[in-house]
């Protein structure tokens, strides 16, 4: 399994729609071969993460070439105050 952990830093005003955002583009996400989850995370401090899982990367990255992401990752600028910072993980144990 491949997951991709993202640090993003929200508009304050922006958080609640962007939960509705997360919830409606996984809808398209999930017709993607390979895709398991995408879920928003908020720490104790308030920080929020997205974590992307993937059967594996070679189905990440053809999903993160497809024009339907490219579409969906240019509505992320609205909702976001600085880029989003990206960790790749590869489950190694269960």
Sequence with gaps: MFIAIVDVSLKE????EFKTWITESNKMLSKFDGFISRRLLEGEDGSKRIMVEFENIELFRKMHQSPEHQNFH????VFMAKP???QFYHVVAE
């Excluded at 240019?74 to 600028?77: A, D, T, Y």
């Design 13 to 16: 005003e922006k958080i609640s």
């Design 74 to 77: 240019s509505e992320l600028e």
């Design 84 to 86: 989003p910072q990206r």
